[in-house]
């Protein structure tokens, strides 16, 4: 992986940990992560007139990736709702490289070398171990939030694999990302219309300016993530997204007040282990 797509995809990770960081903390997530969408549609629509209309392949991929996204955003929800960020954001992030792993070698036959499988590996592991002892003992373990959590890796390494593809598939991966955005978009409002109608209106009319902005974030993020993976394997490009979980450790210690603790620091170091492995692969 060059050094140029190393530094965009830990570039994106911080963006995606920060909007994650401000659905948390919104009173309404449901709405929140909505509004998400919604900017995210917003901030692409711009585009739409200096990139190309994507083939019949990329919407495909397109289609595939709307109904993982729908998946991943209703059990997302329920797993902030049930359980702390800190250990309900790293076991879904966490997760979804090794399932991205295994269907990257089943589906496309991308099969990844010794150092990337290493790293992949150890971000794993440490994210694993910062869910399972980040909060500093085992009987703060909140199954029904580890089930939801689970259950959003499962959408979050489809998506991943659908959009890798349909960013190769299309002309260029910012062409597939804006209309993927959009159309998301319109598909995140329509299902929270059915869902809240009027409420949805009144939230949106006091909480447009934050939708916006995590929208801008979640969506650049996303972009470089699909830019990188028309550069680099898959599964590499979204294990290395993980250091995401660093920094939205990082926020839950210093801006949401949660406790720093050994066994974080033991899980942050096999991340950045992690990370020093997928560099040099």
Partial sequence: MSLAVFSAVLAAALMHASWNALIKVRLDRFASI???SLGMAVTALPVLPFVDFPGAGAWGWIGVSLCMHIG?????IRAYEVGDLAQTYPLARGSAPLITTIGGVILIQEVPGPFALAGILMLSAGTFLMSLRGGGRLAAFNLAAVGYA????LFIAGYTLADGMGAREATTALSYAAWLFV??????????LVCRGRRLARTLAVEWRIGLLTGFLSGAAYAIAMWAMTKAPIASVASLRETSILFAMAISVFALGEKMTGWRAASALCIVAGVVALRLS
């Fill in 34 to 36: 909505s509004l998400t």
């Fill in 72 to 76: 991943y955003r209703l059990f997302l």
């Fill in 150 to 153: 689970l259950t959003t890796s």
């Fill in 183 to 192: 159309c998301d978009g319109l598909v995140a409002t329509a299902i929270a």
